[in-house]
């Protein structure tokens, strides 16, 4: 066999060979922006180009603080492809974070897209090693920046040629760095090797997950985090139509994007897929989903009620995934076995929100606190340690944290997982969020997800708080769709849950709040909730004659 590596400029290659006439649209400042794979392989070798003239050498960070548009799948290209590394800075994280982030990695160039500028201009002054700014815009000029050495980002690669020769070098060079989004300490540093990513590619397409160049595919998971899931990459590699959402999206957007591009599949977190039911709810007979193959939802626990409203009312079906930064993402994906067809429809719904079967390519085990793996009965539970082509072996400059997330060559994920008879996985809970009541262990998230079913929930959330007598016991802060407010108490949340979780499970006190806080991904913050807990901020939302701590 010859040896050939596998790098991710044969995925650009593929595109603009066997597809160059199908179509990229993106949502862009002016309006909607279209072009061909054809076009961009063009302007990614200008871009290419552009880079060298900047004075990009081989290895050198290139980062981008940017939404999902046509631009950044450019970058996603024509930096690791001409043998730079791209750093995806997340636009989410707090200043402080932010200059860690860029100053860790040692980014050379900064593309900025244009709404984007001010708070990086909040923060040059503590960005020492950055040489040079690029402003992203459908604009013809440069808006007023304090930024000094800017370009901007059509002007730069408009003169260049449209060929560019990608070089060729070994597989397990650096192709893309990215940050975890934080929920302790500053974020960890994870490279991702061509090899990695490749490899991640093919496996994503593999069954029901994969694409092809009939569909039109979404991605709403940010390019800024974890990839995008692969997507640009995979979607690229099929010839699929792909549609970008760009700056700020909101669930208007999404609806509008699904129905007028006609889109196939889509990619989120269930925060994101909760707005768009909401949206399409408050505008009956507006949207036609008809078109949709299926939703995937990832990054959190999805709630079997949310699965069943996406089948019974959009006729859509919404399966889950689970991953992480340090797994590049995708490591698990729920879809359906055929031996599992002939479920009662409640089940079939209650399985969709497992995280789902293993992929192809890694290697699992799942032990318990003494080390022994448990059984694979649905029932014991322990911690999820991977391995595989496409799994971390270090933090990129940090040998402490990677000597904690290790254990005889096997990254450990930190998630408290089961697995079924049939293979299926159940993150249980974070390690740390798990609640220990009475010696006896409770998942906030099992304990959510029953919490939102109830009719008139929005979001909920579950945190452990102090007991004397417990050790732990469950807070649950909820929020009430608007109709619901003033109407609903704690007590119809604590009635509701009294013939669906044991009787120990069932919170001591619910919290009403306005809004449940987010990571930097759209995740649950309830390291957050347990601050304000901490504070007594939490206190101010419930009856203040009925005290809730314990």
């Known amino acids: ?160 040629p449209d060929v560019y020769e990608f070089p060729s070098f070994d597989e397990n060079t650096p192709a893309i760095i990215g940050y975890t989004s934080a929920t302790t300490g500053m974020p960890k540093g994870v490279v991702y090797t061509h090899r990695g990513l490749y490899l991640h590619c093919l496996t994503t397409l593999v069954g029901e997950l994969g694409s092809d160049e009939r569909d039109v595919t979404m991605p709403i998971v940010p390019m800024f985090h974890v990839n995008a899931w692969g997507r640009p990459f995979s979607d690229t590699w099929v010839g699929a139509k792909q549609v970008y959402p760009g ?49 995937l939802s990832g990054g959190s626990a999805l709630p079997a009620s949310l699965t069943e409203a996406y089948e019974k009312e959009l006729g859509v079906r919404l399966y889950q995934g689970y991953g992480q930064t340090e797994t590049s993402p995708v490591t698990f994906v729920c879809f359906p076995k055929s031996s599992l067809d002939d479920l009662p429809e409640s089940e079939k719904y209650r399985l969709r929100t497992k995280s789902g079967l293993l992929l192809p390519g890694l290697e699992m085990k799942i032990v318990n606190s003494e080390g022994r793996e448990v059984a694979h009965d649905g029932k014991e539970m322990g911690e999820l340690l991977l391995r595989g082509p496409w799994i971390i072996n270090e933090y990129y400059k940090d040998p402490e944290k990677t000597k904690e997330a290790f254990a005889d060559g096997w990254f450990r994920t930190g998630d408290i997982v089961t697995i079924d008879e049939n293979g299926y996985l159940q993150v249980i809970d974070r390690t740390r969020d798990l609640i220990k009541s009475g010696g006896e262990w409770i998942s906030s998230v099992d304990l959510e997800n029953t919490i939102m079913a109830h009719p008139d929930v929005l979001e909920a959330a579950v945190i452990g708080i102090p007991s004397e007598k417990w050790q732990e016991r469950p807070l649950a802060c909820v929020v009430l769709k608007p109709e619901a407010k003033g109407r609903v108490k704690k007590e119809d949340i604590l009635k509701f849950l009294e013939d669906k979780v044991a009787k120990w499970w069932i919170p001591d006190d619910v919290v009403f709040i306005d809004e449940i806080p987010k990571t930097s991904v759209g995740k649950f913050s309830k390291k957050t909730l347990r601050e304000q807990y901490e504070q007594g901020k939490l206190i101010k939302f419930n009856d203040p004659h009925v005290p809730f701590r314990h």
């Open 1 to 160: 066999m010859m040896d050939y590596p596998l790098l991710l400029k044969s995925i650009l290659y593929r595109a603009h060979t066997v597809f160059p006439e199908k179509e990229i649209v993106s949502r862009d400042y002016s309006g909607i922006f279209r072009y061909t794979y054809a076009d961009l392989y063009k302007r990614v070798c200008r871009l290419a180009g552009a880079l060298d003239r900047l004075g990009v050498q081989a290895g050198d960070k290139v980062g981008t603080f940017a939404w999902n548009n046509h631009r950044h799948l450019e970058l996603y290209f024509a930096v690791p492809c001409s043998q730079r590394v791209l750093h995806t800075v997340n636009i989410r994280l707090f200043q402080e974070q932010l200059v860690y982030t860029i100053n860790h990695a040692e980014d050379k160039v900064l593309f900025v897209d244009e709404d984007l500028v001010p708070i990086i201009e909040g923060i040059a002054d503590q960005l020492p090693l950055v040489q040079a700014y690029v402003i992203m815009t459908d604009k013809d000029s440069l808006p007023d920046t304090t930024l000094k050495n800017v370009y901007l980002y059509e002007q730069l690669i408009a003169d260049g």
């Open 247 to 295: 700056s700020r999206p909101q669930p208007e957007d999404f609806c509008e994007l699904i129905h007028n591009e006609r889109v196939t599949f889509s990619a989120g977190v269930p925060t994101i897929w909760m707005g768009i039911l909401n949206h399409v709810r408050a505008n009956p007979g507006r949207y036609d989903f008809s078109c949709v193959r299926y939703f």
